[in-house]
């Protein structure tokens, strides 16, 4: 399974957008699924997840800013982000739990998410 991360772009503070996380397999909507970022110069960071069972988690910085959901007959995890910030200016990586173990083995490519003041 492939995963294919789509949706970057600029936006103003207080806009929105969605990203897309395509699978190359129809497994891949029985998978948990998460998304990370990673800001310039710091660690990827976890920010929301979606478990196979549809329980979502959020880190405190997104939580009620960004929707994460899957569309099983498309093969694809979103992620809605509203009320967009400068600070979520990042690389968005989607990724997937394959084996139920809690490990991330299947990565997308990042998509740039600028987000100017």
């Known amino acids: 399974v492939q995963l294919q991360a789509s949706g970057g772009g600029l936006v103003q503070a207080g806009g929105s957008l969605t990203l897309s996380c395509a699978g190359s397999?129809?497994?891949?909507?029985?998978?948990?699924a998460a998304w990370f970022r990673q800001a310039p110069g710091k660690d990827r960071q976890f920010i929301a997840t979606?478990?196979?069972?549809?329980?979502?988690y959020y880190v405190d910085s997104v939580k009620g800013r960004f929707t994460i959901s899957r569309d099983s007959a498309k093969n694809t995890v979103y992620l809605q982000m509203n009320s967009l910030k400068p600070e979520d200016t990042a690389v968005y990586y989607c990724?997937?739990?394959?084996w139920g173990t809690g490990e991330w083995d299947l990565w997308g490519q990042g998509t740039l998410v600028t987000v100017s003041s």
């Open positions: 990724a997937a739990d394959r």
């Open positions: 397999r129809r497994t891949f909507s029985t998978y948990a």
């Open positions: 979606l478990s196979s069972g549809g329980s979502t």
